[in-house]
């Protein structure tokens, strides 16, 4: 019995569209695949008149530095980045992350990979720091994030990784701390952390003078975050090298940096 060929030509076609179509198939399943393109690290935000730049990272990513490897502080964004060497490539953003001394020493508890440099701060004392109830950010081993006041942290004897004290804590278990005026007279450049939806690490800076109050709303209304700290006013800086900004002014103490 005869067999019917196809002309070469029609083979070569369909050979071709054959290739188109598994190329296509390639190109769909590739991007099911890697889904859609990751955020950019840091986004600016209005919020009731003022401005303010939010960075996102998640738990694993962030890290605590203070001293270099000598034991003498870092200070400044440009001194860590030196420091970091080649992982400096790799910063989504760094950002100032608690009260310290003159020398740049944190005032209040202070954890790097899980070795406990400053212990847990109880006592009152002056000024935002001791605005109760203050309290402490942390990473825990397992990579779990958590914004939580002094007395809970205190009682719970967390062992994290990553840890630091500041004050006062903005927003606590979705209330606004109990001591802020709606939109207060004190207006300054302020910073602080939250943990939000899905347990996201957000960091924020206004980049307005804004009150205590706005701020602490900004982290619970716009930004979904049931408990924020504040990290500090004034010295408020920012590393965002996908903004191409690296803010420098007043030497910092602690600062929490987001590394991919």
Same mark, same amino acid.
């Given at each position: ?7 070469? #030509? ?19 399943? #590739? ?24 960075? !996102?990272? $998640? ?17 400044? &964004? $440009? ?29 209040? +508890? ?12 109880? /006592? ?12 402490? &950010? ?10 939580? !006041? ?13 840890? !630091? ?24 450049? /302020? ?25 602490? /709303?900004? &982290? ?8 924020? +700290? ?12 996908? +903004? ?17």
């Amino acid at each position: 019995m005869n067999k019917a060929r196809l002309p070469l #030509g029609r083979i070569a076609i369909a050979a071709g569209a054959l290739a188109l179509v598994a190329l296509v198939a390639a190109f769909f399943i #590739g991007r099911a695949t890697q889904g859609p393109p990751a955020p950019p690290p840091c986004v600016v935000h209005a919020f009731e008149g003022d401005v303010f730049t939010v960075c !996102t990272a $998640r738990p694993a990513e962030i890290r605590l530095y203070w001293e270099d490897a000598a034991g003498a502080p870092l200070r400044t &964004f $440009r001194a860590l980045s030196d420091f970091l060497g080649g992982d400096a490539r790799r910063v989504r953003f760094a950002m100032n992350a608690g009260m310290y001394n003159d020398a740049g020493a944190p005032i209040g +508890l202070y954890v790097a990979e899980g070795r406990e440099r400053k212990a847990l701060a109880t /006592r009152d004392g002056p000024g935002n720091f001791h605005l109760m109830p203050n309290g402490v &950010f942390s990473i825990d081993a397992d990579g779990f994030a958590r914004v939580e !006041t002094t007395a809970a942290y205190q009682v719970r004897a967390g062992e994290p990784r990553w840890a !630091t004290q500041s004050g006062p804590m903005l927003v606590i278990e979705g209330e606004l701390h109990p001591a802020f005026q709606p939109d207060g007279p004190s207006k300054l450049i /302020r910073n602080g952390v939250g943990v939000c939806e899905n347990g996201v690490v957000r960091a924020a800076i206004s980049e307005t003078p804004v009150s205590f109050g706005r701020f602490a /709303r900004f &982290f619970r209304d716009q930004l979904n975050c049931p408990n924020a +700290l504040f990290l500090d006013g004034t010295v408020s800086s920012l590393w965002a090298p996908s +903004l191409d900004r690296r803010d420098a002014g007043t030497p910092l103490g602690p600062m929490l940096v987001a590394i991919r």
